[in-house]
């Protein structure tokens, strides 16, 4: 890649961990899948703010939920069966989870329920549900990831319409990840995480996808995985193998590049805090949420 000047690097800063008391040093069936048998006592992921600038994040391993308030203080608001992934507000009072274990879920924020939302297709099972991210129109877009790969390039991604109507928009994915949507919804961002790149994917006024691209080459052990946008348009990429986030112009150019300490992991984005100017950053690796103040606002999220 050339680039006519370098990215301005900068330090992601601690906001807070997870209290030694939450974490759970031990063996977890997750773990000795996609963490090669190490003990693993948290894996975090999936962060969102509600009205109140509350940030909930999942927990994979140990199928929890948290809500971390703006001291940076924990507190457990689900823990199940499952295996939950990324989250969005369906309302100001219902969190959406994509969870590899179950398919899509929803949580009641106030009394930690947990009811199942689109557990299947045709009957089908999902390969491992891992993202989403709703539209204007209330459209929901997901990935399916499962285990796919560079060997297995069959990751899929969905939309579901508000009434119901579940299409199949892509099949050919070598582990399908984050997903963002361009401040106008016509483009679709799509991490590629085995693929180490991000697909841009136009959302055509028929319901339908054509000319899927590469819009951005990452590199290293483990590629892109969560997205976000800002007011600007600019796409931001979390790296975790890299322990980078990617701030990427128009022309998927890296104007910055967010750096977080040494092994993080850094999995996912929400912005937060007074208009929505503040990034926050899930590092799964260490259990932290790190952050930083940012030049533009984040895109506010759209709600079913």
């Known amino acids: 890649m050339f680039l006519l000047q370098p990215p301005r690097v900068r330090e992601l800063e601690?906001?807070?961990?997870?209290?030694?008391?939450?974490?759970?040093?031990e063996r977890s069936a997750w773990a000795d899948a996609n963490r090669g048998g190490a003990v693993t006592d948290s894996f975090l992921e999936g962060p969102v703010f509600d009205d109140a600038g509350n940030l909930y994040v999942s927990d994979i391993p140990w199928g929890r939920i948290f809500r971390i308030d703006a001291q940076g203080a924990w507190t457990l608001v689900a823990e199940y069966d499952g295996?939950?992934?990324?989250?969005?507000?369906?309302?100001?009072?219902?969190l959406l989870i994509t969870d590899y274990k179950n398919g899509?879920?929803?949580?009641?924020?106030a009394?930690?329920?947990v009811a199942p939302f689109l557990a299947r297709r045709?009957?089908?099972r999902f390969k491992g549900v891992n993202d989403l991210v709703f539209d204007a129109a209330g459209n929901l877009y997901f990935t399916d990831q499962g285990q796919t790969g560079l060997h297995d390039p069959t990751g899929r991604l969905y939309r579901l319409a508000p009434g119901g109507r579940l299409d199949l928009l892509l099949d050919n994915i070598p582990s399908p990840n984050g997903v963002a949507l361009s401040p106008d919804g016509k483009l679709l961002y799509l991490?590629?995480?085995r693929g180490n790149c991000v697909w841009r994917v136009p959302l055509l006024a028929d319901g339908s996808v054509a000319k899927v691209s590469q819009f951005f080459t990452s590199y290293g052990p483990s590629g892109p995985d969560g997205l976000a946008v800002d007011a600007q348009g600019r796409l931001l990429v979390a790296n975790p193998g890299l322990g980078y986030v990617w701030v990427l112009n128009s022309r998927a150019e890296p104007v910055e590049v967010l750096r977080g300490p040494a092994g993080a992991s850094t999995t996912n984005l929400a912005f937060g805090g007074p208009q929505r100017s503040t990034l926050y950053v899930t590092d799964s690796t260490h259990g932290h949420v790190l952050r930083l103040q940012m030049d533009a606002p984040g895109l506010p999220l759209a709600r079913r």
């Open 191 to 193: 991490a590629v995480t």
């Open 104 to 109: 899509l879920i929803q949580l009641d924020v």
């Open 111 to 113: 009394t930690g329920r």
């Open 83 to 94: 295996e939950p992934n990324g989250m969005k507000f369906m309302d100001a009072g219902t």
């Open 14 to 25: 601690l906001f807070s961990a997870m209290p030694d008391a939450l974490r759970r040093p």
């Open 122 to 124: 045709n009957s089908e």
